[in-house]
């Protein structure tokens, strides 16, 4: 399961805000993208009743179903990437008072 807490960003990740908002992977992180994406897609699959996602064979699976999938992942994503952005721009804010 996701967790639900926002943890904020630290100073061990100068400019992250900024290299995310560009689409850009600081090269630090860049190793750990594509096995967390995986854990990430596992976990939405799970979700909607497919425990063994990681290990099927997707051609098998109808594309609405693989759609289903990355559509969640999606959304989730998005959801994350508004969270954070208002979490730092309320910060912005309240610097400025």
């Known amino acids: ?4 807490e926002l943890i904020p960003i ?4 100068p400019g992250l805000i900024k290299n995310i908002s560009r689409g850009l992977v600081p ?3 860049k190793p750990y993208v ?9 976990e939405i699959a799970a979700e909607l009743g497919l425990p063994e996602y990681a290990v099927m064979d997707k051609g098998d699976l ?3 179903l693989n759609g ?3 559509g969640n992942m999606v959304g989730k994503m998005v959801a994350f990437t508004e969270t954070v952005l208002a ?3 309320k910060e912005k ?5």
């Open 34 to 42: 594509k096995p967390a994406m995986e854990e990430f897609r596992n």
């Open 68 to 70: 289903k999938v990355g």
């Open 62 to 64: 109808p594309s609405r």
């Open 93 to 97: 804010q309240l610097l400025k008072e």
């Open 27 to 29: 090269r630090e992180l």
């Open 10 to 13: 630290g100073k061990e990740f």
């Open 1 to 4: 399961m996701v967790s639900q």
């Open 87 to 89: 979490y730092y721009y």
